[in-house]
């Protein structure tokens, strides 16, 4: 038989970046396209130890069918940490445990998005977002970002010229794929702004532990008193290693209460063993030591690569250094055609992500391309920028 | 600020079954009410030998990012295994790793249910099935059930007085809840007369693994020899560990490159060392020794609560003997109010799931109740029966 697809899907299509990825996966081509966390900073054996005593002590902890919110002392544990590093509040929110914080966006949409309904992204932003997003069929407004995030006036246009949008999807702490740091005033402008209008904040958080310099400034949640207006995202996907697939969820509490329901619908749960790895993790050893290690090597690995760039692509190549997180968003200069680009960088062995991937509208032209520091090494890294730099010259 | 739900979820409620686990987590009810396997028959050493080995050996490929497929090795061991004992042909279908059989569900849905159309379930059917398809806001209609499994004048009835609908979800081995096996016959009724009308059918398959008597039945997915019609559902929570949250989805290709998109909107991809664990389980041991291992639990437990329905309920409950899965299905007489039979025996320390949670429309009339034998011990299921038949006692 013929089959008819739901008009949320029909028109979706797989992931410029899963694509990429797979490309890259090719050993021969260096990958600055990726959002890999590096792999040395797995803490591998600490987590073998903790998988040897779980299924050793409480198997059935281990393997029996659990509660949707998730295990309870990693939830425990993650209220103090949010409470003491975040400034999240818990009087009246409280944290469901996800597969990965993108199970957290597909929930929040799932509970609150409309067919049709608006949703209102960073320009650039996270392409798994815009692409759970359409899956929902939302329409997507993008908001234009300056060098200290969203331009408030661009945003309360934006509120102002949709139809009651449902929130505001901001990844406020080293933006995917900007690298952006959102200032403290324009936190505070964003959550005045979407309170006014009843737009409520969606703060995506996976990077804010890779600071490699600079102040850490407060996340938009520790700012709403009222505990009502922000729903924050958080990951262990950086923290400890991507492949475990947990994430979590703060809410206020009349929200989670159907998120409980959607999660209990989607996967019943999250795996367990994962949740247990991560609550150990969180209790056994001070997250603050693990934290300064990834800060580290992250500071070596984007100070290779902010010099090669400097190097080989020096006065033809625009970027702000990043403060933290994975990614550099490096513009070219207008006459180069970036799809064009990105497909010479490839067959010459580099795989970057072009700008436009990051747009709503895909079709629209950006003279950027996002590159990755965390997964190649310093060699590939030096290789790589080398051979971008001759396809730029050949461009001009 | 006041929140406003999708109207999908709008009108979702907590799953009845997850409220009664928690009340039946108090560890002085016995519980007959849950679906967990017994964990007695979790391969616990062999789990912690693959993970502590996986994570020795390979530790980025245990943690880092993966493929939103699935683990090629565990994708590759499933077609070998389902296409040996199952008659799963993958010429033109292919195999998708999902966070459990529910994830599945899940993304079937999503791919092709528009808020209002129609889904056929078997009257009653697995509530997390129910709950998932409400999410959707389908249009639910329950076809009634005989003793070899749906009744095939009334499927026809229904497809032909419903509107386009998109998919008959069936679970033709060991229902949940009825425990009843679908006859060769009505398997191969059910995919003739889908196929007349166009209609696919959902095949979700979670306990074939578990039978204790009897021969086994082909799968309607073997029978459906264009490989376009049926769409395949199978779990590794029964098999193995319902907490690894493993399961897999077999479709057309076409179908398939919908579904991946779904999976990456979703999670990303499902954890990783749980796939692994699953296919070096395949790999290393046969896994008929394991599912023989399991018959002979499941053949133990479902005898002692067969013999204490007989002993203390014999001439009051109506029920099938089961051929295999988790489940009785029991029938008391008419003038028993069920909720009120199923409220007083968590009171008395028993707690059974009322049979008309198993139904789209929840308050109809339901002489029914499910109880599970796997979870409890032979002594709770000696005396949980014992108080039941208290109750009934003073009911009559």
């Not at 396209?33 to 409480?58: H, M, Q, R, W, Y």
């Not at 958080?234 to 969820?249: E, H, I, N, Q």
Request: aromatic share 8%.
């Amino acid at each position: 038989m013929d089959y008819r697809f739901s008009q949320k899907m029909s028109t979706m299509k797989p992931s410029v970046i899963r694509e990429i990825l797979k490309l890259s996966s090719d050993p021969s081509v260096i990958s600055f396209s990726a959002g890999n966390p590096a792999s040395e900073t797995f803490p591998t054996e600490k987590i073998a130890a903790i998988t040897a005593d779980a299924l050793a002590v409480d198997p059935v902890k281990c393997l029996q069918y659990s509660v949707s919110e998730g295990y309870p002392p990693l939830r425990e544990e993650l209220v103090r940490w949010l409470g003491q590093d975040y400034g999240i509040d818990f009087s009246h929110n409280s944290l469901l445990v996800t597969s990965g914080a993108q199970q957290g966006i597909d929930l929040v949409t799932k509970c609150l998005v409309d067919e049709g309904d608006t949703i209102l992204v960073e320009k650039p932003t996270f392409l798994g977002a815009l692409n759970t997003f359409r899956s929902y069929n939302a329409n997507l407004v993008g908001v234009e970002m300056e060098d200290d995030g969203v331009d408030l006036a661009s945003l309360e246009q934006a509120i102002r010229s949709s139809h009651n949008p449902r929130f505001f999807y901001v990844i406020p702490t080293f933006q995917n794929p900007s690298g952006i740091v959102t200032s403290l005033a324009k936190r505070q402008g964003i959550l005045e702004i979407c309170r006014r209008y009843g737009v409520l904040v969606l703060e995506d958080n996976p990077y804010g532990d890779l600071r490699i310099s600079g102040q850490p400034v407060p996340t938009i949640k520790s700012l709403d008193e009222t505990g009502r207006d922000v729903i924050y995202l958080g990951s262990f996907s950086k923290l400890l290693a991507p492949a475990l697939r947990v994430g979590y969820t703060v809410a206020d509490d009349a929200l989670m209460a159907k998120l409980v329901v959607a999660k209990q619908t989607t996967d019943v749960h999250s795996n367990s063993l994962a949740q247990i790895i991560c609550a150990e993790f969180l209790t056994r050893w001070d997250v603050h030591d693990h934290i300064a290690l990834l800060q580290e090597v992250y500071r070596k690995k984007a100070g290779v690569m902010c010099s090669a760039l400097d190097t080989y692509l020096g006065g033809k190549v625009t970027y702000q250094k990043p403060q933290g997180g994975l990614f550099i968003w490096c513009t070219l200069p207008a006459q180069i055609d970036m799809p064009t680009f990105c497909k010479e960088a490839v067959k010459a062995g580099v795989a970057v992500v072009p700008g436009n991937a990051f747009y709503v509208n895909e079709e629209e032209t950006c003279h950027s391309f996002r590159v990755n520091y965390s997964t190649p090494t310093d060699q590939q890294i030096v290789d790589g920028v080398q051979i971008l730099a001759k396809i730029v010259e050949n461009s001009l």
